[in-house]
């Protein structure tokens, strides 16, 4: 079992920056790759950035202004997101998919990009 618990989401105007967290707790040695996912309201849930054995992969709307990273210590995945526009708008899902192919989920974190 894998335990994720996201924060760092909330409102910030067109242009801005934030940076969620996602912590991560129990067979964390499992865990094969980790990533961002995010839904916005009447859209499915869509991939955001992957981080797996040190290499990234992002979806085409963030390139250049999400960049995703860990810190092994903390057991903490980033998400660092610049230049937020309002289609960023979304809840923000961490997930963990271990060796074993199985997936865990955070709860979610609220990002709203509005003036």
């Known amino acids: 079992q894998v335990q994720l618990v996201e924060s760092g989401g909330g409102l910030v105007q067109p242009g801005g920056s934030l940076r969620l967290s996602c912590a991560a707790s129990?067979?964390?040695?499992?865990?094969?790759?980790m990533g961002w996912y995010r839904q916005a309201p009447g859209k499915e849930r869509e991939l955001v950035a992957i981080?797996?054995?040190?290499?990234?992969n992002y979806a085409d709307p963030v390139k250049g202004r999400f960049t995703i990273s860990s810190d092994n210590a903390k057991n903490t995945v980033y998400l660092q997101m610049n230049s937020l526009k309002p289609e960023d708008t979304a809840v923000y899902f961490c997930?963990?998919?271990?060796?074993?192919?199985?997936?865990?989920w955070g709860q979610g974190t609220q990002v709203t990009v509005s003036s």
């Open positions: 981080l797996r054995g040190g290499n990234t």
């Open positions: 997930r963990a998919i271990t060796i074993y192919d199985k997936s865990y």
């Open positions: 129990g067979n964390r040695i499992s865990i094969d790759a």
